[in-house]
């Protein structure tokens, strides 16, 4: 019996559906959270995973895993240093000392310099915080040295110098964020997304601290606004946190790296599994939490990947 078009043209659609069906697959994936109070000093209430509703690009997902880190759970952390900073940052370098020799031995920590598009380190990771502090130095390069501090964080995310795949991966830029391909505010600036994207890819959590060093013309200004926006978007991207004042510069870091060891302290540890098609993709990821007095700090955009369905 011969079928008519029509027919035939119908049995196609549904192949086609079918197919299309097929592609879609389970993917997993993880993310740092952070969880702290509005009034410092509080102790975090109880937080739990009935709490709490996640959607992957606007989609229901489903949170595979709710859990605090423990205090001795490893931590991978570089300070990304700008190469084209102002010799004024030297005046931080005790603030910076004092944060790394206050760091407890679970975290092991580096100090890289971006230069020409690259994360330039001068040691390998270490719990011997002591040593890592003998490559701190004061940076003094030409505005713009580093190239672009978004090439420099590609470059550390491709690069990453753990080797702990359980540990969390943190990431302090010391910078003014100016691109200086797109030094207007762009937020689809192509060099800031791809740095979000490759940092995602790394599982890399990422704080900034603003550091200008462009002097005070209107230009130098605008500059900053940009800088320090573009910033803000990278942090909030990654789940970190970006820390400003006013757009000058900040009279000491003390007050900044106190809040990263409380940020350390109270992170949470994220499980999701959502559709995809197939292969690794980045997605947007929110998060809606009941936790009355808390304030809730999650990634924007999360990594989805087929092979870590169990």
């Not at 003014?176 to 940092?199: C, E, H, K, R, T």
């Not at 970190?240 to 350390?264: A, C, D, W």
Request: proline residues 5%; neutral net charge.
């Amino acid at each position: 019996m011969k079928m008519s078009a029509r027919a035939i043209a119908a049995a196609g659609t549904l192949l086609l559906m079918a197919a299309s069906a097929g592609a879609q697959s389970m993917g997993a994936g993880q993310a740092v959270v952070t969880v702290l109070t509005k009034h410092e000093g509080e102790v975090p209430s109880s937080v739990a995973q009935q709490d709490m509703a996640i959607k992957l690009d606007g989609k229901a997902a489903k949170v595979t895993k709710w859990k605090q880190y423990e205090p001795d759970n490893k931590i991978e952390l570089v300070l990304l240093i700008d190469g084209g900073a102002r010799s004024s940052l030297g005046r931080q370098m005790g603030d910076i000392q004092n944060f790394i020799n206050a760091l407890p031995p679970n975290i092991l920590a580096g100090i890289a310099y971006m230069q020409n598009g690259q994360a330039l380190f001068s040691g390998p990771l270490s719990a011997d915080h002591a040593t890592v502090l003998k490559n701190l130095h004061v940076t003094g390069g030409m505005v713009g040295s580093s190239a672009s501090p978004y090439f420099c964080l590609s470059d550390l995310a491709r690069q990453w110098p753990g080797q702990d795949p359980a540990a969390r991966r943190e990431v302090v830029m010391i910078t003014d964020g100016v691109d200086p391909y797109q030094q207007q505010f762009d937020p689809s600036d192509p060099y800031v997304l791809a740095s979000i994207n490759d940092a995602v890819h790394a599982r890399l959590v990422v704080y900034a601290i603003y550091w200008g060093s462009r002097g005070f013309s209107v230009a130098a200004q605008m500059d900053t606004s940009a800088g320090q926006n573009l910033l803000g978007e990278v942090a909030a991207a990654t789940g970190g946190k970006s820390f400003y004042m006013g757009t000058g510069n900040p009279v000491s870091f003390e007050g900044y790296f106190q809040e990263l060891i409380r940020r350390f302290r109270n992170q949470w540890e994220l499980g999701f599994e959502g559709s995809l098609n197939g292969r690794p993709q980045v997605e947007d990821l929110r998060l809606k939490m009941h936790a009355p007095g808390t304030e809730i700090d999650a990634p924007q955009r999360v990594l989805l990947d087929p092979a870590a369905v169990r």
